[in-house]
């Protein structure tokens, strides 16, 4: 006949309130489990072995909450009233709501990620702690254990004498794009709160306001959006495709942001010429429909779009500096502006690096103490031109003693004035002068960028 052991008690918390539906796991000599049952209402449990129990283990969540090894007497383990402390899901608990900072109402569906920022030695360290979704409520809650921001004991003990994490918090759209961080304890309110039943842990409740209103021209161009990755980089390298493949050749595309709770239209303009987004034309319009003086309409609607292409931009009789303009309204009316500058060119200049004066090969007299550079500096992806010359005495290529027109070297430049050279006290002898005329592909970003160049060999003689 097989033995049939019993294992019954009293499951209560550190309140002495009992503790219903907390699993309880029986294990024998060997580590290996042989049985379990839940409490009831009342904190109770009774449940039953065939093989001889050695250690009983209460279960929260799926973590181990507490352990306690067993006497038998005869069949019967009965281990009485056990007081435990249920461990909560992990040490440390952040619990926030993330709204709309313009509305007051909560976001769902936002990727909340808590990292762990470390200066050690000088060096930064980011470590993940959590990642969770915000609910319905806009609500977040994420739990992590101090092993997450422990990153090296021996090292840190240097500098501290108890270790806490210095959570940065990102908040990601759906797809993937942070739209707000914020270091938690620095610039966001926190308060202390607590969790029951739990019986011990660190916590801190936060509310992040994010303004969720957008409204951002990303870029003007041919370059896909797809190849610029959520941090703004990008993901391959989009070069400028040469005189057959120009942007603004009859056609562009205009990408960007419009985006919030509460947005309910959207208009696009350009104009000719530089204007910002505090221009009194385009400001106090309120919810009105009528369109600001001096601007042709692109577009409008009432979609929302998170970087992704808005409008196709018919460029072809266009020439020169022009302003693009996006507004937004909120359902109150309520405006949000952006523009991007444009320099538009549908006739052909090839080269886009060229030096008409002085001329190649020919001679200046150093007597006239400077001379003035002519030339082109300018095409479709224009980000800016540097002149360089190099000769005698001064070997490697240098910019000392050019200086730029009025406008500086970010404004294209068209059978113009590129610069003004001091040559009154350079040695006689061969020179070369080099323009370097620089494109950037994207709209905002300056650091991928491609040269044409080119370089006139001159002499200078005295007299």
Known sequence: MVKKYKIKG??????????????????????????SALTDKAGRVEFESDTEPKLIKTVYKGKISSTKKVKVVGLIIDFGDWIICIIPPAEWHIRGIVRDKMSGDPIQGLTVEAWDVDIVDGDTYHDPLKTEITDATGEFNIWFDTTAFDRDESLLERHFSMFFPDVLLKVKNPQGIVIYEAEVDWNVIGKPHDCPPYCTHKGKEYILEID??????????????????????LQGFATYGGLNDRPFGGKTTISGRIWGAKVTKWKLFYTA????????RITGLGSSDADPNGFTKIAEGTNKIWDGPIKPWKTGSLEGLHTVILIVWDDKGNEFHDTQIVFLHNTAINPPAKISSPISCGTLNKAEGSIQIQGTASDDYFHSYSLLWAGCDQTELTGTGITYPSVGNKTP???????????GGLKDGPYVLRLSVHDRTIVNDGASTRS????????????
């Open 10 to 35: 009293r499951i209560l918390g550190k309140d002495k309130k009992p503790l219903k539906s907390l699993k309880v796991k029986a294990y024998d000599k060997k580590g290996m489990f042989i049985s």
């Open 273 to 280: 010429g530089f204007i910002d987004s505090n221009d009194s």
């Open 413 to 423: 430049v068209v059978n113009g004035n590129l610069g003004t050279w001091d040559i």
């Open 212 to 233: 969720y209103v957008t409204a951002i021209i990303n870029k003007i161009g041919p370059v896909p959006i797809a190849d610029i990755n959520p941090s703004g980089s």
């Open 452 to 463: 044409d160049y080119t370089w006139n060999t001159v002499n200078i003689a005295s007299g």
